[in-house]
């Protein structure tokens, strides 16, 4: 398959290529959650949540591997650095009470997928305490089982967990073809310059595409 897209053609093969959602989380999307409490304006990503129900509907038609990602860490924090526990607003760190449970701690109500984009049986679910996808997780070996050679990446954070994740990918030799439409930021313009940062220099960490021509392509 063959998506227009920047900085040029996008090619790939139904059989080596998986989506990838990152952290579609209740606790980074939902009015009220911890994403909003840090003064936030959750609209930016949840404008992503319907182009990406759509995308998703037409992967799992196609019956193409998914593999959704959350961010959060084990009620013991164990697996949470304290350069990380320790930044951020002081009433509003990581394993304290928010609005949907302890934030961003497994098994809380705040730490699973908004549910518009609930994963159904068979996709995979990849847990993870950092913000690229790879970090302290089975990721790889999760893709080199399912022979994906190509990811299609989608989720928020542009900047934070998006882009880490793609990074990490470029570096391990995937293709990554990111979504505009299906990618959020807090920050239009964190999104803007995150999503030409990807394409810039040729294809400097991958590709940046739309996601009707990845749904259209699949048809
Ligand atoms: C953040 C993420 N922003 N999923 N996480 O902390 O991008």
Redesign the pocket.
Known sequence: MIIDAAPGPFTFDRDSTALVV??MQRD?LLPGGFGESLGNDVSQLRRTIEPLAALIAAWRAAGLPIIHTR?GHKSDLSDCPPAKLNRGKPSMRIGDPGAFGRILIRGEYGHDIVDELQPIDGEIVVDKPG?GAFYATDMQEVLEKLGITSLVVTG??TE??VHTTVREANDRGYECLVLADCVGSYFPEFQRVGLAMIAAQGGIFGWVADSPSVIAALQ
């Open positions: 990152i952290d980074f961010e913000k928020v954070t934070v967990c």
